[in-house]
């Protein structure tokens, strides 16, 4: 089937680079690996892979908090500020992703 149409497409450069190098590695020119993309979609009608949220862990999801353990969460951490008990985001990001692998 021949080729007609033009995709253009803004992305996180990050993400792109990234591809790039896998794609790279697996012979795969970065058209083909969206054309592959568009194709699976069309023949399957979905996605071609499983999308979901990450679940939280029941001691930070708020969601299942009552009112009070809320509060008693907030104050906790109120008390940890006040007490000098922090660090910076991205030591707390890079300690959160290393624990929920």
């Known amino acids: 089937m021949e080729k007609t149409t033009t995709l253009n497409l803004r992305v996180n450069p990050t993400i792109k680079q990234n591809a790039e190098a896998v794609l790279k590695q697996l012979g795969i020119p970065m058209a083909t690996a969206v054309d592959m993309f568009l194709r699976q979609v069309s023949l399957t009608g979905s996605i071609p892979f499983s999308l979901s949220l990450p679940k939280a862990p029941v001691s930070i999801n708020t969601d299942d908090m009552t009112t009070q353990e809320l ?17 910076d985001a991205s030591s707390a990001f890079a300690a959160f992703r290393e624990s929920h692998k």
């Open 71 to 87: 509060r008693s969460a907030l104050q906790a951490g109120y008390q940890d500020m006040q007490a000098g008990r922090v660090q």
